[in-house]
């Protein structure tokens, strides 16, 4: 996969490359069926998680979880795919979380804190 920053992602796909226009792309990870690109507008953190099906049509628009920020995609050993979240007030004594995508909620949902 390659992110040209603020402008596309490129997603290889078994059947063959895919190339999105992403206005802000930031990072992305791939899953499956699914594309998960944040996007940003600079210089804030990222601002939006959009899903993407295997078309490239965006199943889901994401902003962060309420009194969290965006920081980065990561890998979650049960979930797969996850955002780390910062707490704009530190829940349970952690400033970082791992968020997951919720497919049949088309939500996301805190998995555990992010080391």
Same mark, same amino acid.
């Given at each position: 996969?390659?992110?040209?920053?603020?402008?596309?992602?490129?997603?290889?796909?078994?059947?063959?490359?895919?190339?999105?226009?992403?206005?802000?792309?930031?990072?992305?990870?791939?899953?499956?069926?699914?594309?998960?690109?944040?996007? *940003?507008?600079?210089?804030?953190?990222?601002?939006?998680?959009? *899903?993407?099906?295997?078309?490239?049509?965006?199943?889901?628009?994401?902003?962060?979880?309420?009194?969290? *920020?965006?920081?980065?995609?990561?890998?979650?050993?049960?979930?797969?795919?996850?955002? *780390?979240?910062?707490?704009?007030?530190?829940?349970?004594?952690?400033?970082?979380?791992?968020?997951?995508?919720?497919?049949?909620?088309?939500?996301?949902?805190?998995?555990?804190?992010?080391?």
């Amino acid at each position: 996969m390659t992110v040209r920053k603020g402008r596309s992602v490129c997603w290889v796909r078994e059947d063959g490359p895919l190339t999105l226009t992403v206005p802000g792309a930031d990072s992305a990870y791939a899953q499956g069926d699914l594309l998960f690109v944040l996007t *940003v507008s600079p210089p804030a953190l990222p601002h939006r998680l959009t *899903v993407f099906g295997r078309d490239g049509m965006p199943l889901a628009e994401l902003p962060p979880p309420p009194g969290h *920020v965006f920081q980065y995609l990561s890998r979650h050993i049960e979930a797969g795919m996850s955002v *780390v979240c910062a707490a704009e007030v530190p829940a349970e004594q952690w400033p970082d979380w791992h968020f997951g995508y919720d497919s049949q909620k088309r939500a996301l949902v805190r998995l555990g804190p992010a080391y």
